[in-house]
């Protein structure tokens, strides 16, 4: 946090979450809500540094994971802070002309569903962006993470963890919404299946076989979209230096920098910017 933020208004401690309330009206803060299958996480962002003000509040999604009960857990979160202002929200879905498509480790429930007419009924948020998790951790590693100045082409952000999320960033930063790489049919099965960090947990894979499996899947990527750079994020991505130099890639692969926040932070982006994928 830099030194010119507003100062706490409670102590720090587990159960009590540091609050600290800016004005919603003050365009360098927004809001993020990244929605989950184990938890919806959310707080006030600094959108000058890419970091939060205080800390996060999470609850545990409710079960069943119903587009009513997300979006009253989301209220709660955004009541929490008392913030006002704009509200960007992550689904782990496809959201695409204001319907979502999609439902992964959620009620099937949302499929078929118009999210502005959901969370606008829960939120008295004056203006909401609704998009796709790993879409929103992209654009906040793409911009605050990474020091990608350097890189001079597409960058492919994979976060790897239950299903694998993709957001392509074309050169300049622009995202392409939606692009669902973890679906794609590597050697006739979902790359996710045989990629992503839940794939090597459930099968007992070492790093050595998961890596293998891995780069076969970006390579597929490699082959169709020529990126110059992979950013791979997700709880697996700590442990990065235990099997990026096993990857046989040709491009460079990092592990994010924003880790658990960068959810939070893509959605307070894409509200800001009023993007509506
Ligand atoms: C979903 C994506 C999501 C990713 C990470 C995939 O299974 O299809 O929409 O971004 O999981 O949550």
Known sequence: ??????????????????????????PRYGF??????????????????GELVGDRFKITTPQPATPDAVAATVAQIVDHFGWTGRVGITLP??????IVRSAANIDKAWIGIDPYELFGRHLSSPALSVLNDADAAGLAEVEYGTNDDAVDGVIIMLTLGTGIGSAVLLPGGQLLPNTELGHLQVDGEEAEAQASSR??????WSYKHWAGKLSRVLAEYEMLFSPALFIVGGGISRKAHKWTPLLTNSTPVVPANLRNTAGIVGAAMAAEAGMRP
Do not use: C, Q, Y
């Open 32 to 49: 993020g809500v990244d929605v989950g299958g184990s938890g919806v996480k959310g707080g006030i962002v600094d959108l000058k540094t």
């Open 1 to 26: 946090m830099s030194a010119d933020h507003p100062a706490p208004a409670s102590p720090a401690n587990d159960a009590e979450p540091v609050v600290i309330t800016v004005d919603a009206a003050d």
């Open 199 to 204: 794939a090597k947990e459930v099968n007992e």
């Open 93 to 98: 879905s496809v959201v695409a002309g204001r």
